[in-house]
């Protein structure tokens, strides 16, 4: 399939926000990368509900909602509510990731499980079959800005070797520190989404940005 571009609204101008989201609509964008932090999984706060809510009533594409927070379970279905169409979870902060992937998949949603630099590939070998996105962090959760993790090319030919092994139609989204150099190394390891904040939203020309992210050609 042609690779998805997700920019990241963590990047946008908050004072703003409806002139960053309709750039994003005009753009040849796929889907709003929407990141959710508690403060607890990860040292830093993002927003919550109502800027969900505000974003999808102007949004015209998909919010892929990206939670960076302990236990998810707790606000499935208020995600759901607030527009969420891919809800993400981290492996590490779920005890019963099996229920957690269902219950997002009950919901009507697209369910995604996200890894850690450091958490190893296989330990999704159970629950792959259920998934429709892996989202592989090329960065350690928490702000936008970092600089690109190397390892991260690795596991997602890992992952896409785990999904054709298990027949599943997952796809693989990868996030942090993304720009048009480890974008295309990342299309190149068989990455199906990137995801880009800091690069889109500091250049000088974002629509022009997510353009050349889009036509990045393996
Ligand atoms: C980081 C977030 C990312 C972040 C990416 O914890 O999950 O989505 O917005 O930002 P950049 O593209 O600047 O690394
Ligand atoms: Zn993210």
Not at 64 to 83: A, C, Q, S, T, W
Not at 124 to 143: Q, R
Request: charged content about 20%.
């Amino acid at each position: 399939m042609a690779h998805l571009i997700a920019p990241s609204i963590l990047s946008c101008d908050f004072g703003n926000l409806q002139k960053d989201v309709e750039l994003i609509n005009a753009s040849e964008a796929d889907w709003f990368h929407v990141d959710v932090m508690d403060g607890n999984f990860v040292p830093n706060i993002s927003f919550g509900f109502p800027v969900i809510q505000a974003v999808n009533k102007l949004a015209t594409k998909p919010l892929d909602v990206h939670l960076m927070i302990n236990d998810p379970d707790r606000y499935l279905e208020e995600f759901k509510n607030v527009g969420a169409g891919i809800l993400t979870v981290h492996y590490e902060a779920c005890t019963h990731l099996h229920r957690t992937i269902q219950r997002i998949k009950s919901l009507g949603m697209k369910a995604g499980v996200a890894l850690n630099p450091h958490t190893p590939v296989d330990l999704l070998f159970d629950v792959i079959e259920d998934l429709d996105l892996v989202l592989i962090m090329s960065v350690n959760p928490g702000f936008g800005g970092q600089k690109f993790i190397k390892n991260a090319l690795l596991k997602v030919e890992q992952t896409k070797n785990l999904i054709h092994r298990r027949g599943s139609h997952a796809i693989v989204e990868v996030d942090g520190g993304v720009n048009l150099e480890t974008g295309k190394e990342l299309l190149n390891a068989g990455a199906d989404v990137l995801v880009a904040g800091s690069f889109v939203f500091q250049s000088p020309d974002p629509l022009q940005t997510i353009s050349s992210l889009k036509q990045l050609n393996v």
